[in-house]
């Protein structure tokens, strides 16, 4: 992989996938350090892994589903408690759409 | 015999027969945080209050009668990435400096079940993301041993106050080592179970492939109480395992016979200090005088766990992280006039995450993104497959592998500026986490560096769901370095 180099457009790319602000001097400081451990990582580019079965989880188990079945939900209060702005029983939120987006 | 000499099945059981109260015990607790964790910082948050009530409760069914379970006045410290009703869950983080959990983590149900107290929350490395709690966003952890050193991380606060009396023994997450490396560097003993033997719900998720909770106690013995009463499925987490379990307080003590030790010669590495690699060697010497046998393994991909680690963690940081965007809960940013949703996001993330977390977020999105996921991500996910083939071919010549938890012993305080020297502390313990088998670090030994004795950790891992084998192992060692 010769990719190990970020250049500052590449930090910039995925901070903005990452939705994390990042400018000035922390782009050049992301850009070197992620380069750093990139170069790091890319030992593993080294391992013969040609018909080796990805290992996504280290458990050997179906997933386990739940009964169809109503139980109780959280009660609305105790989940807006922890909410920076609500309105009456809603999270509240920047406009979404722009003027006249309304459908 | 004295308090110190007891295991916590006698001081609990002492609590359950009336003859103890769970109240002194809690107030002998306070007593030290009062008086030494100002220099330490152990704890995020002492529930003083709530750990006095529920003691006196707990005093009060004693008296009627009643029998409060096998943790009965136990004193539990808990680390702040595990939610509880009580006071906040902070993850050490700005995003989280206020929230208040609407429920109850399972390990905690099932330690007030066992009649066990919570005497507070613990520091850690913000959102369990270092190995050493500098990344604290409410400042470091100091070490007992010496408070110019690092306790280890992230569970930095849970080893710290174990280490310092501050409670009879604490919980932890290990997704890397985090419980095993702040272990030994502060001289206590933490268990990472195996992967879905303990329910995670209400554990603020970082690796989820990865992510184990676990207790730290001072003695084998008073772990593996703990141990009992957090494990066995839950059905509000569908990757806990439904495997039978086994009440191991009882066994623990037990010697096994004709008991292999694999060592592998990777974890013989010229880079561990050498105050650490005679802990070692003792310890070998220690293991055949009561009559184990020493066998000689290879695990040749050893040192590319932190490549593997490094990828897989943060990828499933970056997702499971995604949840905090100032909307639900969490640190909301302030806007200008005209700024919109997708800058509310950015602003509140970049201002609520400290510079460790962003930087995992930003490597786990680079190693999922187009064009670099079969690269990076895939790859990683092939060469850990590897590993745990590794790991079980050694297992069919050995019951456990014995090695070191950390290649050095607790480091200064800003000692380790560059995040990958901080990284590649966590040699040892990372591939427990990538093969998803039980490990656990107990004191070895002690180092001296320049004068200060600090303690020096030894890390036995064993296949998965053996946790009855690494335990009683364990207890072994611990009896024949005692």
Same mark, same amino acid.
């Given at each position: 992989?010769?990719?190990a180099?970020l250049?500052?457009?590449e930090v910039?790319h995925v901070a903005k996938l990452s939705r994390l602000a990042i400018?000035?001097?922390a782009v050049?400081g992301m850009r070197t350090q992620l380069s750093t451990i990139l170069g790091h990582i ?11 079965? @990805? ?14 079945? @109503? ?16 309105? %009456? ?15 | ?80 990435n ?9 993850c050490s983080s700005k995003m989280l ?27 850690l490395d913000e959102f369990a993301m270092g190995s050493s709690t500098e990344n604290s966003a409410? %400042? ?13 991380g992230s569970s ?17 997450s290990d997704t890397g080592g985090s419980?095993?490396q ?5 001289? *206590? ?14 554990l603020v998720a970082f690796g989820s492939s990865l992510d ?18 957090? *494990? ?29 030790? %694999? ?27 009561? %009559? ?13 766990g932190i490549s593997i680690y490094y990828v897989i963690a943060p990828a499933e940081a970056s997702s499971n992280l995604a949840r905090f965007d100032?909307?639900?809960?969490g ?15 950015c602003?509140?993330r970049a201002e609520g995450f400290g510079p460790e977390v962003q930087r995992r977020i930003m490597l786990g999105t680079y190693v999922l993104s187009?064009?670099y996921y079969?690269?990076y991500y895939?790859?990683a ?35 380790k500026k560059d995040p990958l020297s901080m990284y590649l502390c966590d040699?040892?313990t990372v591939?427990?986490n990538i ?48």
């Open positions: 992989m010769s990719h180099e250049t500052t457009k910039l400018d000035g001097d050049e890319a030992q593993l580019q080294a391992v013969a892994v040609d018909g080796v079965e @990805p290992m996504a989880h280290p458990l050997h188990i179906v997933n386990r589903l739940d009964a169809d079945e @109503p139980k109780p939900a959280m009660d609305v209060s105790d989940f807006l408690r922890n909410a920076p702005a609500t309105e %009456g029983r809603f999270l509240a939120v920047p406009k979404v759409l722009a003027d006249g987006g309304d459908a | 015999m004295s308090s110190d000499t007891k295991t916590l099945t006698q001081l609990c059981a002492e609590v359950a027969a009336g003859t103890v109260t769970a109240r002194s015990r809690v107030e002998m607790y306070l007593a030290n945080i009062a008086q030494r964790d100002g220099a330490i910082h152990a704890f995020n948050e002492v529930h003083s209050d709530a750990a006095r009530a529920r003691a006196d409760a707990i005093d009060a069914d004693v008296a009627a009668g009643k029998n409060p379970g096998p943790l009965a006045g136990a004193v539990i410290a808990m680390k702040d595990i939610v509880m009703r009580e006071g906040r869950t902070t400096a206020n929230y208040r959990s609407p429920f109850d983590a399972t390990v905690v149900t099932r330690l007030y079940a066992a009649g066990a107290i919570v005497i507070g929350k613990t520091n409410f %400042g470091v952890t100091k070490n007992p041993w010496d408070l110019t050193r690092v306790a280890g930095g606060g849970s080893a710290a106050a174990v280490a310092a009396k501050f409670c009879d023994a604490a919980l932890g419980i095993r702040p272990a030994a560097l502060c001289g *206590c003993v933490g268990f990472k179970p195996t992967y879905g033997r303990v329910s995670r719900y209400g184990q909770i676990g207790p730290f106690a001072r003695t084998i013995a008073d772990a593996t109480l703990v141990y009992d009463t957090l *494990c066995g499925l839950d059905p509000h987490d569908s990757t806990c395992a439904d495997m039978p379990v086994v009440t191991l307080a009882d066994k623990v003590h037990l010697p096994l016979k004709q008991l292999r030790v %694999g060592v592998p010669r990777e974890y013989r590495s010229s880079d561990n200090a050498p105050s650490v690699a005679a802990v070692l060697e003792q310890a070998i010497v220690a293991a055949r005088a009561m %009559g184990a046998e020493i066998v000689d393994v290879d695990l040749p991909l050893t040192p590319l100032g909307i639900r809960y640190h909301r940013a302030t806007l200008a006039p005209g700024d919109d949703l997708e800058t509310l996001y602003k509140s187009s064009g079969d690269a895939k790859r996910l092939q060469v850990r497959r590897l590993i745990k083939d590794e790991f079980d071919r050694a297992f069919t010549k050995c019951d456990v592998i014995l090695g070191v938890t950390s290649p050095v012993p607790a480091f200064e305080i800003g000692g040699v040892y591939n427990t093969a998803g088998i039980p490990g656990i670090s107990f004191n070895g030994g002690f180092a001296d560096e320049g004068g200060v004795k600090l303690p020096v950790g030894l890390q036995l891992q064993a296949p998965a769901f053996a946790e009855e084998t690494l335990l009683r192992a364990a207890s072994m060692f611990e009896r024949a370095l005692a």
